[in-house]
């Protein structure tokens, strides 16, 4: 006979599939990984997409559909009806700020303790502790010291690191004023590129990203008083 011909594994002619097996059917998916054909793990994970597939664990960076641009964000997750997506690259602060605007959200803010460990848990997810971590959406640009969030919120919780060698945080001055949040949840003050989280909530129409407002009569997207 012939033997086993050129890139074949038998003399049946069969092929090793991506794992190794001789005539086995395991592909690569658009995740880049090595499965069965019916697996579902890879899809696209965004809520908002048109092509959501709510049993994939892995995101195929396939999304379509959204408000939420695919090839800047990745969607991370949910908590308290708000939904988290993380960066891709780096950018300054400035510019993360305005992206997550554009991507109809604001740059993730951490205002109680709860949010705060949600946050450093999907930080968690992409780096490790003794990376740096990423924007937050707060900033003492207009006073030195006076902290902000880009919502206007309350700026009553705080999570700032210590017990570092250059002393406790905030420490960077009038040099560093915007906030940056570790993958264990601590604060700093920075002035560089970084990863940054986009959040988005709901409108009172239930509307993600929408910009409905409850009007003084308490009615939502009303008129008000006449």
Do not use: K
């Not at 997506?85 to 604001?106: F, K, L, P």
């Amino acid at each position: 006979g012939d033997g086993i011909a050129d890139g074949a594994c038998d003399c049946d002619g069969n092929v090793e599939d991506c794992a190794g097996v001789c005539g086995g059917d395991a592909v690569v998916d658009e995740c880049n990984e090595c499965v069965s054909p019916n697996n579902t793990d890879c899809g696209c994970l965004d809520p908002l997409a048109e092509n959501y597939n709510p049993e994939a664990i892995n995101d195929n960076g396939l999304c379509s559909g959204s408000i939420v641009d695919s090839n800047i964000f990745t969607y991370s997750g949910e908590y308290n009806g708000h939904l988290y997506y993380m960066s891709h690259n780096s950018d300054t602060w400035v510019n993360a700020r305005d992206i997550c605007e554009q991507n109809s959200g604001y740059l993730v803010t951490s205002t109680s303790e709860e949010e705060n460990d949600f946050v450093s848990s999907i930080i968690s997810m992409h780096f490790d502790y003794d990376d740096r971590g990423v924007h937050g959406g707060a900033t003492d640009e207009a006073e030195e010291g006076v902290w902000e969030w880009v919502t206007g919120e309350v700026f009553d919780f705080t999570n700032w690191r210590t017990g570092v060698p250059a002393g406790d945080e905030p420490n960077g001055g009038t040099s560093e004023n915007y906030l940056e949040i570790y993958s264990d949840g601590t604060w700093n003050d920075y002035y560089d590129s970084l990863p940054f989280m986009l959040e988005i909530e709901q409108d009172c129409a239930g509307i993600y990203g929408g910009d409905a407002v409850v009007d003084e009569c308490g009615v939502c997207n009303g008129d008000g008083i006449a």
